[in-house]
């Protein structure tokens, strides 16, 4: 394998685990701490990166866990294992997606003024 392509593997290897620390980070830890996205936008362009990218990142630590040096029964195992780690959580975060997405809120009473008769 030439230097270019081996460097190449390592680079996309050594993202995707960044990628996977942050993620996990700010699904976990990051939701308890006090610090907020100054704009909406984009804290939901960050979370839609985050939950598309997952399973894809988990994909892509193939590059870096299958080698040629390893048996073929090892390699076959680190495939099944990672395809089924990425399966898992695409599901995971559709099943994230499904409960915050649709929470409802109960309030004992909604206050607000109509502009065109404020009285009420």
Do not use: C, W
């Not at 290897?13 to 830890?29: D, E, G, K, N, Q």
Request: aromatic residues 10%; without cysteine; charged residues 10%.
């Amino acid at each position: 394998m030439t230097i270019l392509l081996t460097i190449l593997r390592k680079a996309i290897f050594l993202l995707t685990l960044i990628f996977i620390a942050v993620a996990l980070f700010s699904l976990t830890v990051g939701q308890s701490l006090n610090y907020e996205f100054a704009n909406n936008n984009l804290s939901s362009n960050f979370y839609d990166i985050i939950m598309t990218g997952l399973p894809v990142a988990i994909m892509l630590t193939l590059v870096g866990t299958i080698k040629m040096k390893n048996k073929r029964t090892n390699n076959i195992a680190i495939a099944v294992g990672t395809i089924s780690a990425s399966i898992i959580s695409f599901f995971a975060i559709v099943n994230i997606m499904f409960s915050v997405g649709f929470v409802v809120i109960e309030n004992e009473a909604v206050l607000f003024r109509k502009k065109d008769n404020p009285i009420l």
